[in-house]
């Protein structure tokens, strides 16, 4: 087909999709990434460059998504008015539901490999349009059946980290699945638990877990375990690290907390801290103490403050923000006098 036939067909296509658009407005009932995401989808067709985007985006706006553009015509190019759209028009209910969906979602007993990767993959892009490949792949894994976790964690590890994507994922996967189904005698298939919940908020105290939560961070840019602690306040570092770590002023203020068997700890002081995670940056006034059994412990403080999800099932914590997008994740590891 010569080319100008084929751009003409091309175009015909382009403005038959841009006029069965429907507008969006900002209510409610509409998702403002499928928006944008159609609108990119269109563009496709016509290799459209941003400035072609932000017309096609402009012209389908109407309601209330159109006065608030009104309001702020000083988003004139695409890459300004992509973002800023989806900061006004993604509610945190909608955030929200669509992070419960992510939680919920396991692989149905009679559902095939392509059909689980992606309605996870669809959910994860709903939620956070540019969710990197390493987090999606962690959806799949929390969801996939539980014959095939195993091999499939093996086999993605033995990849290079450029290579670990969602369709690596799946080509893994849809094999594991072969080689099972070849060897129907070896399923060990058991259903999901509908119990097993993928907790949204924090509702238990340190008291209550079997052994604390351990993690990896970066105090002070130095390398360290730490444990987060839902039972503790606040947050407390040991004298000891602190003197192996660059640190501001140290402000003292002698004090003593309570620990959760009741003996006391004796407090000396505070300092600001910069506790790193998968080097997002977070920062925390944490008490000094001379008797912590402990080097670092996050309390509720830094938890709360950084909206951070504990996920028992997963053996992860997520940072969220305010709109549930997860910022960073980290798993939980045994600390390094229990390591083999």
Request: net charge neutral.
């Amino acid at each position: 087909m010569p080319n100008d036939v084929q751009d003409s067909a091309m175009m015909i296509c382009y403005r038959e999709c841009l006029s069965n658009l429907g507008k969006f407005n900002g209510g409610v009932e509409q998702k403002v990434l499928q928006f944008i995401n159609n609108i990119e989808r269109i563009g496709k067709m016509i290799t459209a460059n941003d400035d072609v985007l932000h017309c096609m985006c402009t012209a389908k706006l109407d309601g209330e998504a159109k006065r608030w553009y009104e309001d702020n015509m000083s988003l004139a190019q695409w890459e300004n008015l992509k973002p800023a759209l989806l900061e006004r028009f993604t509610t945190s209910d909608s955030s929200l539901k669509i992070f419960e969906q992510l939680k919920e979602r396991k692989q149905k007993l009679d559902e095939t490999i392509s059909s689980y990767h992606d309605a996870v993959t669809k959910l994860c892009r709903e939620y956070d349009s540019s969710m990197s490949q390493k987090m999606m792949i962690s959806w799949l894994q929390n969801g996939i059946k539980d014959s095939l976790k195993t091999q499939i964690k093996r086999q993605m590890k033995l990849l290079p980290e450029s290579a670990r994507t969602t369709q690596a994922f799946l080509k893994i996967a849809k094999d594991e699945q072969e080689l099972q189904d070849d060897s129907p005698e070896q399923e060990t298939t058991q259903p999901h638990s509908s119990n097993n919940k993928y907790p949204s908020t924090i509702n238990y105290t340190s008291s209550t877990l079997l052994t604390p939560i351990y993690i990896n961070v970066q105090v002070n840019n130095k390398h360290h375990q730490a444990i987060v602690d839902t039972g503790s306040a606040v947050t407390i570092i040991n004298q000891q690290l602190l003197k192996k770590i660059y640190h501001k002023d140290f402000i003292y203020k002698a004090k003593s907390h309570k620990s959760a068997n009741c003996s006391s700890i004796n407090i000396i002081g505070e300092i600001q801290l910069e506790i790193k995670v998968h080097g997002f940056k977070t920062l925390i006034v944490a008490d000094v103490s001379t008797n912590l059994i402990t080097d670092l412990l996050l309390g509720n403080d830094w938890i709360t403050q950084n909206n951070v999800i504990i996920d028992s099932s997963q053996q992860h914590i997520f940072l969220v923000d305010k709109n549930r997008r997860i910022l960073t994740t980290t798993p939980f590891i045994k600390p390094s006098h229990l390591q083999l």
